[in-house]
């Protein structure tokens, strides 16, 4: 299966889709049921906010050879910083209207990182301790 990633162009200056590539080659989160060796046709973004450039760009994947078009987690799990698009919504909708109903859309790429407890949460917070 050949996909085209489009990615969150906001988040694109702090994640270089390391975790978007790992899971596309590993076959795994968004990609488990995917029986077809994997190819990654381009990786592109939004265009920015509101992600209007969106469908434009599935359209330019699918004629660069895309049989599928992933929607990178930083659009709509929040990926890696907790904060998912406001737009996501609308952008999924932009991008299925330019691709038609046939073609696969995956709506997200992998699972969000698991959260490290800071040390300062983990000893009760840097205030004061409350007695009980
Ligand atoms: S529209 Fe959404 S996906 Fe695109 S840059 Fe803005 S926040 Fe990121």
Do not use: N
């Not at 049921?33 to 992600?51: A, S």
């Amino acid at each position: 299966m050949k996909i085209g990633l489009i990615r969150c162009m906001q988040t694109e200056e702090m994640c270089p889709a390391t975790r978007c590539l790992d899971a596309m080659r590993r076959k795994k989160d968004a990609f488990t049921d995917v029986e077809d060796d994997i190819e990654l046709v381009g990786v592109t973004t939004c265009g920015g906010c509101p992600g209007k450039k969106a469908g434009l760009r599935a359209g330019t994947m699918l004629r660069r050879g895309a049989q599928a078009i992933a929607l990178a987690s930083c659009i709509t799990k929040g990926a890696p910083i907790d904060y998912a698009c406001p737009f996501a919504a609308t952008l999924a909708k932009v991008v299925r209207a330019a691709v038609g109903e046939d073609v696969p859309i995956f709506d997200y790429t992998h699972a969000p990182a698991k959260k490290k407890a800071s040390p300062a949460a983990a000893s009760g917070g840097c205030g004061p301790r409350l007695e009980a």
